[in-house]
């Protein structure tokens, strides 16, 4: 009984150990957690006279999530795609897509892999989330230990999570992304949240 205790302590220890940030990671601020916040930050690595962030909905002043500064006499008559990025549900407002203009020309970007060429170089840390979101990870702004950051000349660091329900467990995931390439690593940090409770939507 006496060995067990300190056993005990030393487990808990290097758990809680495993899961501490460090010192030279800063807090990713709260408003960066609503993906649709973070695309006027985009900065695209191809010039285009013209692109826009839209969800699926069939009111034109509704669908608009970002435009960028619109040129004079150029109307945009293209319907909408199908299918696009971050897909929550089936109907309206159930995804977005990006419309861009090059050459008097539209251009559709409407799947993940199609946004991360959208933004090529990773400019900043709005676009490093935004990577990341279509992947899955998400800012969870209640724990460091999912929002957190670093920026260097390769690379942008990051502590997300990803989420599963019933019941609902947040797990840390800590990110590095290649700013030239954007590709992706991830290694898991350790489940840091889980509900006792199983309910659905």
Known sequence: MKLLFPTLLL??????SQKAIP???????????NTELLYPFIVPDKKFDYWS??????DPDKAII???????LMTINDSAPEKGFFQKCLGENCFSYIIACENSQSKYFSNEQQLRDFIGFVDNLPEAILIANTYGYTVDSTNRLSSSYKIEDKNISLYLSKTKNCP???ESFFIKINRKTGKLEAKSNGIYFKSEDCTTP
């Open 168 to 170: 609902l467990t947040k």
């Open 23 to 33: 010192s030279d990671f800063e807090k990713i601020p709260e408003i960066l957690d």
């Open 53 to 58: 962030v839209l969800r699926n909905n069939p």
């Open 11 to 16: 487990i808990s220890g290097l758990v809680f």
């Open 66 to 72: 970002y435009e960028s500064q619109m040129p004079k």
